[in-house]
């Protein structure tokens, strides 16, 4: 496959063809379109929680941890990138860092500790 297949089509038929690869767990083949899609639409989280994922699954995790900063640096309260983030420092070994992101997302999703 060359590289016009993953930039082929309108942004939405390229945001279907990712969520069908990354369905198919082609996580690598799902970032390929996604790198694109969130180039033309650097504002809209969707596709760029979906290419962080894409790389979080494809072990990419530098990549991974980029775009999730970013995520959140927009949207604090976003807390499944928050989770992500804290994932993500996790599997890196960098778990004084994901403590904070894994607290929060927490604490975003309502889960409390029993008082």
Same mark, same amino acid.
């Given at each position: 496959?060359?590289?016009?297949?993953?930039?082929?089509?309108?942004?939405?038929?390229?945001?279907?063809?990712?969520?069908?690869?990354?369905?198919?767990?082609?996580?690598?083949? !799902?970032?390929?379109? *996604?790198?694109?899609? /969130? $180039?033309?639409? %650097?504002?809209?989280?969707?596709? &760029? #929680?979906? +290419?962080? @994922?894409?790389?979080?699954?494809?072990?990419?995790?530098?990549? !991974?941890?980029?775009? *999730?900063?970013?995520? /959140? $640096?927009?949207? %604090?309260?976003?807390?499944?990138? &928050? #989770?992500? +983030?804290? @994932?993500?420092?996790?599997?890196?070994?960098?778990?004084?860092? !994901?403590?904070?992101? *894994?607290?929060?997302?927490?604490?975003?999703?309502?889960?409390?500790?029993?008082?």
């Amino acid at each position: 496959m060359t590289h016009d297949y993953y930039a082929h089509g309108t942004p939405a038929e390229r945001w279907e063809r990712a969520r069908q690869f990354f369905d198919a767990k082609d996580y690598a083949a !799902a970032a390929r379109v *996604l790198v694109g899609l /969130v $180039e033309e639409v %650097p504002e809209q989280t969707g596709p &760029r #929680l979906l +290419l962080a @994922r894409s790389y979080y699954h494809s072990a990419q995790l530098r990549r !991974a941890e980029a775009e *999730l900063r970013i995520i /959140v $640096e927009r949207d %604090p309260v976003e807390h499944y990138a &928050r #989770l992500m +983030l804290g @994932r993500t420092l996790e599997r890196q070994g960098r778990h004084e860092e !994901a403590g904070p992101h *894994l607290r929060l997302a927490s604490a975003l999703a309502g889960d409390f500790p029993e008082a």
